[in-house]
């Protein structure tokens, strides 16, 4: 069974910095990435490993939010900081698995709220 876990959310004053972990278990996962969704809003990329360690980061977190990956624990974080009030968001991890062949497919996480008050 294929599992995509995200921990670390929280609340967190503008300006302050937040850790968040995704884990993934039951596959091989080639890509991983983060994207969140504020209320009202459609989910959007934040930042995601593009292939084997190259990343992409969207323009509003370039620069402040880091993508980092423990291949060997299937295991990705995204270190957040100078948070902004309009960053309060529901964040999810996607994982891409490449393993068995009947669990091959993009699964997705319930998600950690983050909320960053002003």
């Known amino acids: 069974q294929v599992q995509v876990v995200e921990f670390g959310g929280g609340l967190v004053q503008a300006g302050g910095s937040l850790r968040l972990s995704c884990a993934a278990s039951?596959?091989?996962?080639?890509?991983m990435g983060w994207h969140r969704q504020a209320p009202g809003k459609q989910r959007e990329l934040v930042a995601r490993?593009?292939?084997?360690?190259?990343?992409y980061y969207a323009d509003a977190v370039n620069g402040r939010f880091t993508i980092t990956k423990d291949s060997a624990k299937s295991t990705m974080y995204l270190e957040m900081n100078n948070l902004k009030p309009e960053e309060t968001a529901i964040y999810y991890c996607?994982?891409?698995?490449?393993?068995?062949?009947?669990?091959?497919?993009?699964?997705w996480g319930k998600g950690t709220q983050v909320i960053v008050s002003s």
């Open positions: 996607d994982a891409v698995a490449v393993g068995t062949l009947s669990r091959r497919g993009t699964y």
């Open positions: 039951g596959s091989i996962f080639s890509r």
């Open positions: 490993f593009t292939s084997g360690s190259e990343t």
